[in-house]
């Protein structure tokens, strides 16, 4: 009966009738709140929106995106939900500088039946004439109930690029095969304005703006709560006051003085006349303040992330190298994961550092880019570790296949080795050898005593023999250690993902003697990413390590990739960063310090953004990340690079069947220990010793006395000699 006669909508406090849904901010009255405008760049610049005010079709103000560049430029919405199976028309006002001849309109979703994750939409196309304001309409068909957001697309569509000003406007979905007139808001509506969402500090400043579209002021009171997202039964911060609305925009601003570190939501509501208005949340994080300096790899026990600089497909894009901007300019881009620790940026597996965009003809190379990812890195003291080579395959449903990081011209000389792992995804490459090592001797020659450590591709063991690697990968270490003395060669890349498997890939680096021409072993354990997986994580480490000890007792391992660190991930990653939470990733990244891991980089930046517009998607979780917002897992690697970094294991203790427990010295040389629950069935301990102090995840300090739960949120401990308390504890 809902569905049939009205649906109503929670996201952002808006709501739909059976005859229209009501966007929220649908013209722009309050700003950019409820939209992203995210800018696909060539010339890698980001010009920020703007709302002007002397064009408007509805209100006091329209939404102004200049784009000289004819950069690819996509305006999203929040989430809001219709009705599955019917036809709805979405209608806009756009003003344009100059004729767009493709400006492409429609609603995306997803399905999560099976969990696949599949993401589906419903376009359409117009064209803009330059001149007057003029209204466009689609119509589009509902294929599901899940929650749909907006996505228009300009600038750069369909290979036709339209550089000039456009202006937008009051926007509407109207149910059935028409646009209806535009219905103006007549209520009170307003946002909440955080200026920037990373606070190293206790005092967080922030304001709401509040629209009365009315003729005379009313009294209200406003609401305002700050939540912990990772620890919710801990009470929250209220912020309460009177307000006398005046007609028009009525700025209100607030403050928090959270005392914890850690990721927290603002709920805000309004009360004018006995009624409720509530206005859509907005994440922050509290952090640590972060070190100054660029640590040494080779010494140095990181928490890292795959980082892509913000370059994006072509085939995303209509467009080469394209930066996309997720409502950030390149500085800002750069400072937002420098904030939250990390320190080591792999880059080559996503769409940075691509052989095929740097070697653009035979020796021909263009360095613009790369030096821009470099000098950015370098100047926020965050280490680059990239793949070289990228990745040897051609990954696409083409016949033949063409899609691969692999120039042009070396694939003419290059053999293809079909289906290597009998998934149908992809053929593996064999890459032409002069044209190999030329390109690596360009690369570590330019970066020579910049670059701390090179991976030789990524996941060789699911496209091509460990003979075959060897072949390439021996030539690349004479060359970077002839090049770039000191810098470190990571091979192996040995992946579990799409079934791989490594014991003959090892076994034939180790006869060829490649393995031997390393200074670590990297591998991504997608099949066994926790202690509770099917695959324990304690034990596949323990059988690598035994492998790599046959080749040189102690020889390195580092982990360079792991998206899906939930237990129980399988190999759908669509669904994974949604639901990844803080302990999967430091209870991993404890694991593989406690086991000796060297290095660890688990998520790629999208992993560490907050879907505070799309909380419903379930797709490719880059697709829907359109504003740089910290999530919880970026908290927690900031907290876990504030605690660990540099830190070396120390002991391990068995306390018993489902627990974990390490001891640890940090990078100052005092004692730290983990526990964490990762059984059935949590437990408690009683720890006895003298100046203990007990924190949680985060880092912030707990009150104890008595037996102190076991959880899956690992606990930390710091006092005197650890080591006999920990050896002396009491499991309940």
Not at 321 to 349: H, I, P, T, W
Not at 370 to 380: A, G, I, Q
Not at 671 to 685: D, L, N, Q, S
Request: with cysteine; aromatic share 12%.
């Amino acid at each position: 009966m809902l569905n049939k006669l009205f649906r109503l909508i929670v996201f952002g406090g808006t709501f739909a009738t059976a005859f229209a849904v009501e966007l929220y901010n649908s013209s722009f009255e309050l700003g950019g709140s409820g939209f992203s405008l995210n800018r696909y760049s060539g010339t890698w610049q980001y010009r920020s929106p703007e709302f002007d005010r002397s064009e408007f079709a509805d209100g006091r103000l329209s939404l102004k995106v200049e784009n000289p560049d004819a950069d690819m430029l996509v305006l999203n919405s929040s989430e809001f939900l219709l009705e599955k199976g019917k036809n709805y028309t979405l209608s806009w006002y756009v003003k344009a500088g100059r004729d767009i001849a493709a400006f492409r309109a429609g609603i995306y979703s997803t399905i999560s039946a099976e969990e696949k994750g599949l993401w589906i939409t419903s376009v359409g196309t117009v064209r803009v004439k330059a001149g007057a304001w003029q209204r466009c309409s689609v119509t589009l068909k509902a294929e599901n109930d899940r929650p749909y957001h907006l996505d228009f697309r300009w600038g750069n569509v369909n290979g036709q690029p339209a550089p000039g000003t456009v202006w937008m406007d009051a926007i509407q979905i109207d149910e059935g095969d028409k646009a209806l007139p535009y219905r103006s808001r007549k209520e009170i509506s307003g946002a909440l304005k955080l200026p920037k969402r990373v606070f190293p500090a206790e005092r967080i400043q922030g304001e709401v703006h509040l629209l009365h579209p009315g003729l005379k002021a009313e009294k209200g009171t406003l609401l305002l709560k700050l939540s912990d997202t990772v620890f919710p039964d801990r009470a929250p911060e209220i912020f309460r006051k009177e307000l006398t609305l005046k007609p028009g925009r009525n700025p209100v601003p607030f403050l928090f003085e959270p005392k914890r570190f850690g990721h927290y939501r603002v709920d805000a509501e309004v009360i004018v006349n006995g009624k409720k208005i509530f206005l859509p949340a907005a994440y922050l994080a509290r952090t640590y303040p972060v070190s100054g300096r660029i640590p040494a790899l080779g010494t140095e026990v990181q928490l890292g992330i795959d980082f892509g600089h913000g370059a994006v497909n072509p085939n995303q894009s209509c467009m080469k190298l394209a930066y996309r901007g997720q409502e950030a300019a390149v500085e800002e881009y750069y400072r937002f994961y420098a904030d939250s620790g990390v320190k080591l940026l792999r880059s080559g597996n996503s769409n940075s550092f691509a052989w095929a965009d740097l070697e653009t003809a035979p020796g021909v190379f263009d360095w613009r880019f790369m030096d821009l990812w470099m000098e950015n890195s370098f100047r926020h003291k965050m280490a680059v570790m990239p793949v070289l080579g990228n990745m040897f395959y051609l990954r696409d449903g083409a016949k033949p296949r063409s899609l691969t990081k692999i120039p042009p011209h070396v694939m003419k000389k290059s053999r293809i080795v079909a289906n290597p792992v009998n998934c149908g995804a992809w053929d593996g490459v064999e890459p032409d050898m002069n044209s190999w090592k030329n390109y690596v001797d360009a690369v570590t020659k330019r970066y020579k005593g910049l670059i701390q450590a090179y991976e030789i591709t990524n996941e060789p063991n699911i496209c091509i023999t460990g003979k075959a690697y060897s072949a390439y990968l021996i030539p690349a270490a004479d060359i970077i250690r002839r090049n770039s003395p000191g810098a470190l060669v990571i091979g192996g890349g040995v992946t579990t993902d799409y079934n791989g498997k490594s014991e003959q890939f090892l076994r034939e680096m180790t006869e060829s003697g490649a393995i031997q021409r390393c200074d670590a072993l990297s591998f991504h354990p997608y099949s066994s990413p926790q202690e509770n997986s099917k695959n324990s994580a304690v034990e596949a480490l323990a059988v690598l390590r035994e492998k790599t000890e046959k080749v040189k007792p102690g020889f390195p391992v580092w982990c360079t990739e792991l998206y899906y660190l939930r237990a129980d991930s399988g190999f759908n990653g669509n669904l994974q960063n949604k639901r990844i939470q803080p302990s999967d990733l430091i209870r991993r990244f404890l694991l593989d310090l406690g086991e000796g891991v060297r290095q660890c980089v688990y998520l790629n930046e999208s992993g560490l953004i907050q879907q505070e517009l799309l909380p419903g998607w379930e797709g490719t979780h880059s697709i829907a990340t359109v504003q740089l917002i910290p999530n919880a897992v970026y908290m927690a690697h900031n907290a876990a690079a504030h605690l660990f970094s540099g830190a070396r294991p120390a002991g391990k203790f068995n306390w018993g069947e489902g627990i974990s427990c390490y001891l640890y010295h940090d990078r100052n040389g005092q004692e730290i220990a983990a526990f964490w629950h990762y059984g059935k069935k949590p437990g408690t301990v009683v720890l006895k010793g003298k100046n203990l102090r007990l924190f949680d995840l985060f880092g912030n300090q707990l009150e104890f006395s008595g037996p102190v739960p076991v959880t899956e949120r690992p606990n930390f401990l710091r006092g005197g000699n650890l080591r006999e308390v920990l050896k002396q504890a009491v499991i309940q």
